[in-house]
């Protein structure tokens, strides 16, 4: 009988450092995840006043170490895919969420012209 092998995807890696940053940031209301263009990711826990509840992390699913673009930009900001906050539960409300996520993230809206 043979065991099957279960493919694990980089959202399950991405899940399990989250919850391994929430588990060492008692303070932490949530957790920034930038993913970046070559693969990696930064994260950082974030309080409720949205300040940093951890240090950052960067790291590559099942990888040994960051790619070496990151290792020479620290995941410039250019090549950013996607971002988020992961927040842990209970959430705080949506104003709140908005105003963290402005601050840590940055906005999005268009300026007038």
């Known amino acids: 009988m043979t065991a099957k092998k ?3 995807t980089p959202e399950q890696g991405e899940r399990a450092m989250v919850e391994g940053i929430l588990e060492g940031s008692p303070d ?3 957790v ?3 993913r970046l263009n070559c693969g990696c990711r930064k994260m950082a826990a974030v309080n409720i006043d949205g300040e940093p509840a951890s240090k950052i992390i960067m790291y590559r699913d099942q990888a040994e170490t960051i790619c070496e673009q990151c290792k020479e930009d620290n995941g410039d900001y250019m090549r950013v895919t996607e971002q988020f906050i992961h927040w842990n539960t209970p959430e ?3 104003e709140k969420k908005k105003t963290i996520s402005a601050k840590v993230l940055g906005t999005t809206e268009e300026l007038p012209q």
């Open 6 to 8: 279960v493919k694990r």
């Open 32 to 34: 920034a995840v930038i």
């Open 92 to 94: 705080p409300d949506t």
């Open 28 to 30: 932490a209301v949530g």
